[in-house]
């Protein structure tokens, strides 16, 4: 354990560098003021930020990338209070009880409470992660080539189970991504499937399909209603604070929200926006004025808000400690770790402990840094929702274009992202999620080179994947996560509809 | 749903033409036990079985009982869509891209972001607000890839 303390001072003394504080600024500023534009969620904001990290060094262009994620986790609350337009589906559950604050004159507190909750949140759940990634590192250490296999199949299989409306369409979506991902050079050094062009032998970079179905598929998503879209004005004036009441009220959300929010963050393919579900059907369970929620509970946005926050600190556990993303935000990170050479997983902690300690440090001291931001300027944020969209959208359509030809420096991409940018936007219009195509396509080269090793250790028999007891747990955790859609609808039905029941068994 | 079951047989298609690739591979010289097309044959199956079961989806739905994924609100999914501003950006995007590198980053930059604001924003007093942002992005972004990020964007006609 005492390495543990060094590390935790290594990371600190890292991350607290001017350059490096600086960088954990910019990227929480960033983040926010993403967050609170309506229509562009983190995961574009992340892949846009991916051609411009490119040349830095690993370390800041990582701490730069979180900062961008739980900003807009941060920010995403505030256009959902003020203007009752969710910035982020994490943010969709703070609609509920924290514009119904505003209409009653009560935007400060519910900001307020928003505000503290992520720092307590993000403070907590990067507490979590400083505790229980090493440990998780050290048990998957011992795993081999079966077990790696299993694992980031059981990260495909519950990222789609969890992040759409069909599971077998979740799933078309993930085996598209596999399929990219055999595009180029195999292991072998054999090039496949490129169609004989030269663009293609080293297969296809994962920016590509990240910017064009993302970044273009937001911004075609936002084309398709611009025109006849209600604009409406926005201002927020007063204090974001709290009263002491209503201090006493949120504390208690805010703490079960970050535990929640970091436990739901840790399970593969659960993010935040099934952390903020959660913790709103549990707050509303717990609370002693059920009939409140929904008309302006404060405990509907301190815990949601907590728990969306909370789940980035837990996702951060699978990604840094296995290489398994549970998000397609989380996947992009993990491709920019690939871009710098960095291979997450149980040997990165021995191998570049400085990276990750200084990673988790500037996440801890970004949190603060986004209380003292945030609280003073919201006036200021609050300006942004005015942004007309057409502006918007011709904005991140450049900014997109740009940073795909700033990768390679050829238009042979730029095509390549319009046809996913076109792809993305039917097939998210016929309900076919963009996230488990990502994540398929960071993971298929490893997952085959694990399966190529296992199957070979077990001379060509696929059984290996059954016989070794801690691969078949997994394997069965896929298949049961494939039926977690029951679970889930199962469980918050229970929160939506037996209030007064909850009242009863509350604190 | 007739756009579903086509868009199954599609998928089904798919993963047989990938089969017959995987399998038209050469095999290297040194036999091993797993070749390169194993893994995306199993690729391959995976999109047949899929595509059937999205093809066949509602019939197989009711004598399973596969639920359908809790509805998770996304913006912007609402209602039909403008097809007129979805053809102006995917248009513009391609024209775009065919004069990237001849017109140069700044000048078709300028030029595209003019295009599209024109034919996204109704409310035409408000396109004289967008000049300042239409001139000076493709202007800043220019100068933070070639001068900070030491990345060659194309000069063309400005070059």
Known sequence: MESFASNVVTGFSIAATPANLGYAFIGCLVGTLIGVLPGIGSVTTVALLIPITFGMNPTAGLILMAGVYYGAMYGGSTTSILANIPGESSAVVTTLDGHPMAKQGRAGAALATAAIGSFVAGTLSTVGLMLLAPTLASVAIRFGPAEYFSLMLLGLTAVSALGGRSVVKALISMCLGLLLGTVGLDMGGFPRFNFGLVELYEGVDFIIPAIGLFALGEALD???????????????????????????????????????????????????????????AMERRLSRHPEQFGKGAIEGVAGPEAANNASVGG???????????????????????????????????????????????????????????????????????????????????????????????????????????????????????????????????????????????????????????????????????LFSPYIQSWLLRRGNARPESGARTGT | ???????????????????????????????????????????????????????????????????????????????????????????????????????????????????????????????????PVVILLPVLLYLLFDKLLGVKLPTGLLG
């Open chain 2, 1 to 131: 749903m007739l756009r579903d079951r086509v868009t199954g047989l599609a998928v089904v298609v798919l993963g047989v033409a990938y089969w017959g690739a995987a399998s038209a591979l050469p095999r290297p010289l040194l036999q091993q036990d797993v070749g390169p097309e194993v893994f995306p044959r199993l690729i391959a199956g995976g999109l047949m079985l899929l595509g059937a079961l999205l093809a066949a989806g509602p019939l197989l739905r009711r004598l399973a009982g596969w639920p359908a994924a809790p509805r998770v609100a996304e913006a912007g999914l609402e209602g039909p869509a403008d097809v007129p501003a979805i053809v102006a950006v995917l248009v513009g995007l391609a024209l775009y891209t065919a004069f990237y590198e001849r017109l140069g980053f700044v000048l078709s930059t300028v030029l595209f972001m003019a295009v599209e604001i024109a034919a996204l924003e109704v409310d035409r007093k408000r396109w004289i607000w967008a000049v």
């Open chain 1, 315 to 481: 996702a951060m556990v699978p990604l840094l400690t296995l290489g398994i993303p549970g998000s397609g935000t989380t996947a992009i990170l993990l491709g920019a770790f690939m871009m710098f050479g960095l291979q997450p997983g149980p040997l990165l902690f021995q191998r570049n402990p400085d990276v990750i300690w200084a990673l988790i440090a500037s996440m801890y001291i970004g949190n603060a840094m986004l209380l003292v931001l945030n609280l003073p300027l919201i006036r200021l944020f609050v300006k942004l929702i005015d942004v007309r969209p057409a502006v918007l959208v011709a904005a991140v359509l450049v900014l997109s274009t740009v940073g795909v030809y700033a990768t390679n420096g050829r238009t042979f991409d730029l095509w390549l992202t319009l046809g996913f940018g076109a792809l993305g936007y039917f097939a998210r219009r016929a309900d076919f999620p963009a996230a488990p195509l990502i994540l398929a396509l960071v993971l298929e080269r490893s997952m085959e080179e694990n399966f190529r090793r296992a199957t070979t250790l077990s001379d060509g028999s696929l059984t290996i994947f059954l016989t070794r007891p801690i691969s078949a747990a997994i394997l069965a955790l896929c298949v049961l996560s």
């Open chain 1, 222 to 280: 936002q084309a398709a209603v611009i025109r006849r879209s209600q604009l409406t004005h926005f201002d927020f004036r007063g204090r974001a604070w709290l009263t002491r009441e209503e201090f006493r009220r949120s504390t208690a959300p805010w703490l079960r929200g970050s535990v929640l929010g970091f436990l739901v963050g840790v399970l593969p393919g659960a993010g935040a926006t099934i952390a903020s579900f959660f913790s709103y």
